[in-house]
């Protein structure tokens, strides 16, 4: 299962620190690094990103080969301005993948941690 890992708060340079240390390590190893670390200073940050519309939408993606933003607000019967904001926010986030191909998010599951 590929999965898109979330930090919220806590000590944000620090573990993305060693986070490329240890993904360094096991590239120098021979072993493939594939992972996606997103940070966000805080639970409410986080909250404007991951509104349920957007949630919604990345289910719908995540299932659904997506050609276009257009085709995807066709999709979810959505207007097209929203659903091109959503898409925006979510690509700039890293949750999102834009290409000539269409709209991915090329992960099953988003795991999140807290610190408090």
Do not use: C
Request: no cysteine.
């Amino acid at each position: 299962m590929s999965m898109v890992k979330i930090t919220v708060g806590g000590d944000i340079e620090k573990e993305s620190s060693q986070r490329f240390v240890n993904a360094w390590r096991r590239a120098s190893r021979g072993k493939p690094v594939r992972e996606r670390h997103l940070a966000f200073e805080s639970w409410a940050a986080l909250s404007r990103v991951l509104t349920g519309k957007r949630l919604e939408l990345l289910h719908h993606v995540r299932r659904n080969k997506v050609a276009s933003v257009r085709a995807l607000a066709k999709a979810l019967d959505r207007d097209y301005s929203n659903v091109h904001a959503d898409v925006r926010a979510l690509a700039e986030a890293g949750l999102l993948d834009l290409d000539r191909t269409g709209v991915r998010a090329d992960y099953d599951a988003i795991e999140t941690r807290v610190s408090i």
